[in-house]
């Protein structure tokens, strides 16, 4: 390092601790400056006073009672999921993918699903689901009619 060097860092290590003293000295931050305590929320408008009448309070529960249920429930059956009509099982996903296009076109929510039976493939065509199983009954007699097949109704799975 040299020696020019040396005396500028000298010269700025004097002048930063002249200046970390006498700085201090000349202002004085020990003096406490009062804090306004006045609240500026206002004060709480006078509300007027409501008597309330007895028979529109709450009343307890004293009676062995219970309360009248607000919905009617039914219990769950077995198959409270749904149903399902198998209109066909096919061994062809060709010819399954044929009947579904059809039944499609007609209007009916028809889908394939791939099974195993006895260790070989099938794939049958389901129209559904249907959540009543009398309106599942009423369109299995329908498309048994329509089509000439004998469907299967089935609980959705």
């Known amino acids: 390092m040299s020696y020019e060097l040396r005396r500028r860092l000298v010269g700025i ?5 002249l200046g970390l003293v ?14 306004d305590q006045r609240s500026q929320i206002p004060t709480a408008p006078a509300a007027p006073t409501v ?9 307890l529960l004293d ?13 769950p059956t077995a198959n409270a999921r749904g149903y399902v009509i198998q209109f066909g099982s ?5 010819t399954a993918e044929t009947k579904r296009a059809g039944l499609f076109a ?3 929510k028809v889908y ?6 006895d260790g070989e493939f099938t794939h049958r065509v389901l ?17 048994n009619s329509q089509y000439g097949v004998t469907s299967l109704l089935r609980a959705l799975q």
Not at 90 to 94: L, N, Q, S, W
Request: without cysteine; aromatic residues 6%.
């Open 13 to 17: 290590l004097v002048l930063t601790a």
């Open 63 to 75: 009676q062995a009672t219970a309360p009248a249920p607000i919905f009617e429930t039914t219990e």
């Open 90 to 94: 096919y061994p062809d996903p060709e």
């Open 112 to 117: 394939l699903r791939r099974v195993a039976v």
């Open 106 to 108: 007609d209007g009916y």
């Open 127 to 143: 129209v559904g689901p249907l959540l009543d199983k009398a309106e599942a009954q009423a369109l299995e007699r329908q498309l």
């Open 51 to 59: 008597l309330i009448e007895a028979d529109l309070r709450p009343q």
């Open 22 to 35: 006498v700085i201090p000295l000349l202002f004085d931050f020990s003096r406490a400056v009062p804090l």
